[in-house]
Structure formats: structure tokens, C-alpha cells
């Protein structure tokens, strides 16, 4: 395929060593998927840009060292089963879909989770299954969880995402305010859940049963 974007791509390769992404499994899975496949054509010139990049319904798509960190972090292995919420433009399941062996994906809005799946269905990836939904009730189907990377940013962790973990499972999940929340490790030890903040970040919110509410704030109406 004409790949015009080599050079950005490797360019943002550098910028992701350069933020501290040394997993050299996470930088070629970062250099196989192709973002621009991914993100919409109005801005798909900033598709190599080491930024969040909007992606249509108010969504972004988040910023690719901060996605990388969490896969570093996360330490993903070939045999992890990992529940991605938010999929969004469905790059970060694409790229999880290298490093593990099964991606299960939650989207709560539909055009988003259909997009996805046939930006994925495009590329063959056969290994992830996508679900449009409310993800801070997780997916119960096919649980437990080796992995869970959540992309949006709720006022707790939701308790079903806790109870999906498998017993040494990690998970990542921004916490805080609307604007602001902590990244924080969760990893589970049979009934118990040490949990470690691993760095300030801002995340579009976490909307739904365990999230914020879905009516907009006051002011906002
Ligand atoms: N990884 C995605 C991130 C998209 S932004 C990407 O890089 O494209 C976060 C996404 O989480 C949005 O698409 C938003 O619609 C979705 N989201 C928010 N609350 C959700 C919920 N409760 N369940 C599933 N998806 C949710």
C-alpha cells in the first residue's frame, strides 16, 4: 500500500523513545498499525502528531505515547485476553491486537464501535471483538481480564471492571474530575487490589453506570 506517512511515523517513534517508551514489542506494534487508517480525514494529516486528535461526537483519539505508556505499563504478553473501554477510532485496539492474543472492546457510541470494526475488518485483525455499550459495566462474557485499559476518565473505578480482573491482572484506568484525573495501576492478588498512581493525565470523561452521569452537568444544558 502507498505509505506516505513513513517518515512521520518514524518520527513520532523517536518522540515516543524520547517520552519514555522503551518496550521495543510496543514501539513495532506502534509502527505495523497505521494511524492514519484510523483517524478521520479532516485531520488526518495530524495523524502522526504525538497529540490527542479529534475524532468526530466530541471524542478523541488519545494522545499515542500516553496509549504506549499504558501498554508498557501494562507489561502485555502474547497469551493476554485484554478489555479495552472506549474504543474510539479503534487504533489503540488495533495496536493491543499485536500484542495480545484476544482484544474484547467497549464503545458506548455506535457510530464509533461500527467505524471501528470495519477500519479493523479492513485489516484482517480477526482477534478482536467489539462491543457498543456501556464498558463501566465492563463485559462480563468473557471474563476475567489479564489486562483492562480504560481511555476515559470516570470518579472511581467502577467495582464490575474490578470484579472482571483475573486474579494477577492489571488494570489502568484514569480517576479523578472531569478535567483532571490520575492515572492510576490497579493489580489484583486474589482478593486484594494494590492500586499506584502512575502519572496526572486528562481524559475525555467515562460516561455511564459507574461513570459520570450522562446528563450533561448544570451550565451545560
Ligand atoms: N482509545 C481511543 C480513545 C477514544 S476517547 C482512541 O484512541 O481513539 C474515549 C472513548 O471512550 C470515546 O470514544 C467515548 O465515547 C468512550 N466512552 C466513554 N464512556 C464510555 C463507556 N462507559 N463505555 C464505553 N465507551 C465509553
Not at 495496536?95 to 479493523?120: F, P, W
Not at 478535567?179 to 486484594?192: A, E, K, P, Y
Not at 496526572?200 to 455511564?208: I, K, Q, R
Amino acid at each position: 500500500m502507498n505509505d506516505r506517512y513513513v517518515g512521520q511515523r518514524r518520527a513520532l517513534l523517536g518522540t515516543m523513545q524520547e517520552r519514555g517508551i522503551r518496550d521495543l514489542n510496543v514501539l513495532r506494534a506502534f509502527d505495523t498499525v497505521h494511524r492514519h487508517e484510523f483517524i478521520p480525514e479532516a485531520v488526518r494529516h495530524r495523524s502522526y502528531e504525538d497529540a490527542p486528535v479529534p475524532i468526530g461526537f466530541g471524542q478523541t483519539a488519545s494522545q499515542p505515547s500516553l496509549q504506549a505508556l499504558y501498554m508498557q505499563v501494562l507489561e502485555l504478553k502474547p497469551s493476554d485476553r485484554v478489555l479495552e473501554i472506549g474504543t474510539g477510532c479503534g487504533f489503540q485496539t488495533a495496536v493491543l491486537a499485536q500484542l495480545a492474543d484476544r482484544v474484547y472492546s467497549v464503545e458506548r457510541i455506535r457510530e464509533l464501535g461500527v467505524r471501528a470494526r470495519e477500519k479493523l475488518d479492513a485489516l484482517r485483525m480477526s482477534n478482536v471483538a467489539i462491543l457498543v455499550g456501556d464498558g463501566t459495566i465492563g463485559w462480563s462474557r468473557y471474563a476475567p481480564y489479564d489486562a483492562i485499559l480504560v481511555a476515559a476518565g470516570g470518579p472511581e473505578i467502577p467495582r464490575p471492571l474490578l470484579e472482571q480482573m483475573a486474579d494477577g491482572g492489571r488494570m489502568l484506568i484514569p480517576v479523578g474530575g472531569r478535567d483532571m484525573q490520575q492515572l492510576v495501576l490497579v493489580t489484583r492478588r486474589g482478593d486484594d487490589y494494590e492500586q499506584r498512581p502512575v502519572t496526572d493525565c486528562t481524559f475525555v470523561p467515562l460516561l455511564g453506570r459507574f461513570g459520570w452521569s450522562t446528563e450533561a452537568p448544570p451550565g451545560q444544558r
